[in-house]
Every structure is written in structure tokens, then in C-alpha cells.
């Protein structure tokens, strides 16, 4: 494990996604950096395992009827605070697995996943 990582903090998530990679997962050729969402609503995490590639873009946006929830990475490379609206976005600089948890509600568990 990398005691640091480098990764872009992007407060409020304005990436004009045009395109959407389908199935090109090769990794010789790097494709666009993508944003794959995660909706944080019904105290759940949706999807709650997700699966990326270094330089993509993780948002979560929180839509839980103003419900506050926490996305906490467990080796803490990511923290949204607890907030009770908006999105919170993380660019994976560095492959790794990252379970997460809402520190509110513990049974609120998710994953990302980062590959080359
Ligand atoms: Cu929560």
C-alpha cells in the first residue's frame, strides 16, 4: 500500500462526459477518462461496487431526501464529509481496491475498484 496517493478533489463535478466507453477494457490504449456514478439514496449506495480505470472518475451524488450520509474511504485516501446533498467526485490517480462506509450508517458499504 501507497501511503499517499495523488487524486483531484473535484468539489462539484462539472465533466462534460461525452462519451461513454462500452467494453474496451484492453489497457493498452488508455481510453477517455470516464465518470461512473453512484447514487447515494434509500441508505444504500447504487451501484455499491464499482469498477474503474486509473484517471477515471468516481461521483457520488447524494439524493436521499436531504438524509445526511458520509462516503469515508476506510484507508481514508477519500472523505466527502457528511453532507446531505450535492456530489462529491474523486479522480483514481493510482490503481487499488477502496471499500468505503457511511460513518453514519455502517451497514452503508461500498467499493471501488481501480485498475490500470
Ligand atoms: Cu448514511
Known amino acids: 500500500m501507497t501511503g499517499r496517493r495523488t487524486m483531484l478533489l473535484v468539489a462539484s463535478a462539472v465533466l462534460a462526459t461525452g462519451s461513454l466507453a462500452t467494453g474496451c477494457s484492453s489497457g493498452a490504449a488508455q481510453s477517455a477518462p470516464r465518470t461512473v456514478d453512484v447514487e447515494v439514496s434509500d441508505l444504500q449506495f447504487t451501484p455499491s461496487e464499482v469498477a474503474v480505470s486509473v484517471g477515471d472518475t468516481v461521483r457520488w451524488t447524494f439524493d436521499d ?5 458520509h462516503v469515508e474511504a476506510t484507508d481514508h485516501s477519500f472523505d466527502s464529509t457528511i453532507v ?24 452503508m458499504t461500498g467499493t471501488v475498484t481501480v485498475s490500470e
Open 65 to 69: 431526501g436531504g438524509m445526511f450520509h
Open 84 to 107: 446531505g446533498e450535492g456530489t462529491f467526485s474523486v479522480t483514481f490517480a493510482d490503481a487499488g481496491t477502496h471499500p468505503y462506509a457511511c460513518s453514519i450508517h455502517p451497514y
